[in-house]
């Protein structure tokens, strides 16, 4: 991906149903939990948490253990910092330690808004001495609404220490799990805590928590906008964001691990009872976010690979109308590395089509693994995104060949623009056609990719340029002020006023704009830009309808409410997140 977003996070719950030793390991559960996060290391560098959980400890030793990091390669910071990966000799000495346990959370965090340092880090610890009071939460999720829960907290006697959403959400769960016990001697019923607490969440959300006493649960949202998926046998019970590292830890066919149904809680008890209860009404159509499938997911789950293949061969039509000398002439490529499967499937496709016919393909953009086009500094990211990629030569033949190359989406334009198309030019194609397995990004997001204001989207940027050219701008102002009014208006009322104004545009008129925003000054080549339509990319990905970020059709109230706040922050020149 050309411009690299920061999104959703990956987290893991871990249950062994069984003690350590019958698994030949005491770190058998800690082991499992590290190789479950390496394997989705793609969804979070900016941090990382660990918590073990030792059912039925003896009293005088610690029942859990909490170890974040946020240093750089921060996972492998906290292997070396816990320390217990030496072998089975001095396990004895080991054996009271939570990382010789039976319950696992683990996190990895890419922070989107806010602070970078461990605090922000995953998973928050809600203590008391009683272990049944005592709750650690892990999770993938973004609220929009986290000022409403703030006061709702304040009315209920709490005196939260801030405004992070995960906190937030910790201690909302602890509010009514302290209801519950003091309601109710008997078992705890989760499913109701988890119920209540999430009646009051707007937003996307997969929760994963445990009590200090061995309780565990995993929740999902009702749209089923965060992926969650899960595998269990009569020896443990394992939750993650993607179903690959199950399979992988696991040895598991794809058919073995389970989706998580939207608004359903996966419930394990102390006990190693294991329950599956839906507690929220699931919404309809179900929102599962595409971008997961675009870009965000690894390629190795078998479906997902599938439909990023099918993303590449429907771009292959409009792609072949912008060969102006044939295939002959063209070469054809892709930006490394999420959109190779795509260029993948393009390929085969043309393939097909050209039967016997000789093509001309390869890898032409290198990108160079020591940068990474995120950073939070505009200043530094500028500086840093003209380095982010160098060029394979001999390949393309100078004022001859077409170039064309594949990306899965096209965020900011600031790294094509910047490095991408100026080192291409260097070779001396004749034309450049930049494709993107994605539509063109025209909203702003407000579950966890950091898309959350116009200024960062090329597309509205180019949409803006269309209202100034065409004598349009007074809409702008229009739907600026209908945007104020529905912001003093309960969110439920919110519409997307974003709407009207990319209506006075055709697809077509709006791809020609972005591509004059992404044309660096100087480019010799000529130049040609090719966007996935929306219901190409439905056919693709038919399960994963949240595309809101494309169609500006959000999936819960806080989003409408989001972009009406970020159009105000826009023309008010406020440069900040609108959630």
């Not at 986290?146 to 405004?163: A, D, N, Q, V």
């Not at 190359?405 to 094509?416: E, H, L, N, Q, W």
């Not at 219901?535 to 819960?556: E, I, K, Q, S, V």
């Amino acid at each position: 991906m050309s411009d690299q977003i920061k999104h959703e996070c990956a987290v893991t719950l871990l249950r062994l149903r069984k003690k350590p030793e019958f698994y030949g390991d005491t770190f058998y559960g800690f082991r499992k939990m590290l190789l479950l996060l390496e394997k989705q290391h793609n969804r979070g560098q900016d941090g990382a948490g660990i918590a073990g959980i030792k059912i039925d400890q003896e009293p005088g030793y610690p029942a859990f253990q909490l170890e974040k990091s946020a240093r750089r390669m921060a996972l492998a910071d906290l292997i070396e910092r816990i320390g217990v990966l030496s072998g089975t000799r001095h396990q004895e000495k080991y054996r009271h330690s939570p990382f010789a346990g039976e319950l696992f959370l683990g996190h990895l965090r890419y922070g989107t808004f806010g602070s970078r340092g461990e605090e922000s880090c995953h998973p928050f610890a809600r203590v008391s001495s009683c272990l049944n009071r005592t709750m650690l939460l892990a999770g993938n999720f973004n609220l929009a609404n986290t000022g409403e829960i703030f006061e709702k907290l304040l009315k209920t006697g709490h005196h939260p220490s801030g405004r992070q959403d995960g906190a937030l959400i910790l201690n909302l769960i602890g509010h009514y799990l302290e209801q519950s016990l003091q309601q109710n001697s008997g078992p705890t019923d989760f499913a109701e805590v988890l119920k209540r607490a999430a009646e009051n969440f707007d937003g996307a959300f997969t929760l994963c928590g445990a009590l200090a006493d061995g309780n565990s649960f995993v929740l999902r949202d009702t749209a089923g906008i965060r992926p969650a998926w899960y595998y269990c046998d009569e020896n443990l019970v394992v939750a993650a964001s993607e179903r690959p590292a199950i399979q992988t830890a696991f040895e598991l066919f794809p058919e073995q691990v389970k989706e998580l149904p939207p608004g359903s809680a996966l419930i394990v008890r102390r006990d190693g009872q294991v329950e599956l209860t839906e507690c929220l009404k699931p919404v309809t159509p179900l929102r599962r976010c595409v971008f997961e499938r675009i870009y965000f997911s690894r390629g190795n789950d078998s479906d997902i690979h599938r439909e990023r293949k099918a993303m590449g061969q429907a771009l292959l039509p409009d792609i072949l109308k912008n060969l102006d000398d044939g295939i002959k002439n063209a070469f054809f490529s892709y930006i490394p590395n999420t959109a190779q499967i795509s260029f993948h499937g393009m390929l085969d496709a043309l393939m097909k089509m050209q039967l016997n016919k000789p093509l001309r393909f390869g890898q032409i953009a290198v990108k160079d693994a020591k940068f990474r086009t995120f950073i939070a500094d505009a200043a530094a990211r500028d500086d840093f995104t003209m380095h982010v990629y160098d060029v394979t030569y001999g390949l393309v033949r100078p004022n001859l060949d077409t170039l064309v190359v594949i990306d899965d989406s096209i965020v900011r334009g600031s790294t094509m623009r910047r490095a991408i198309l100026p080192i291409l030019d260097r070779l001396s194609p004749r034309k450049i056609v930049i494709a993107s397995a994605a539509p063109p990004i025209c909203y702003p997001d407000c579950y966890g990719i950091d898309m959350g204001s116009l200024q960062e989207l090329v597309a509205f940027e180019a949409l803006v340029d269309l209202l100034k050219k065409h004598g349009k701008f007074d809409l702008l102002t229009e739907q600026t002020k209908k945007a104020e009014k529905m912001l003093k208006q309960d969110s439920r009322k919110c519409r997307n006023p974003l709407k009207k104004l990319y209506a006075e545009f055709s697809f077509d008129e709006l791809t020609e704009a972005i591509k004059e925003r992404l044309r660096p000054p100087g480019l010799k080549a000529e130049l040609a830009l090719v966007f996935q339509r929306c219901d190409a990319l439905r056919a693709c990905c038919p399960d994963h309808l949240g595309d809101w970020y494309f169609t500006g059709d959000y999936p819960t109230p806080g989003g409408y409410r989001m972009v009406n706040r970020a159009l105000a922050n826009y023309v008010e020149n406020i440069k900040e997140r609108a959630y």
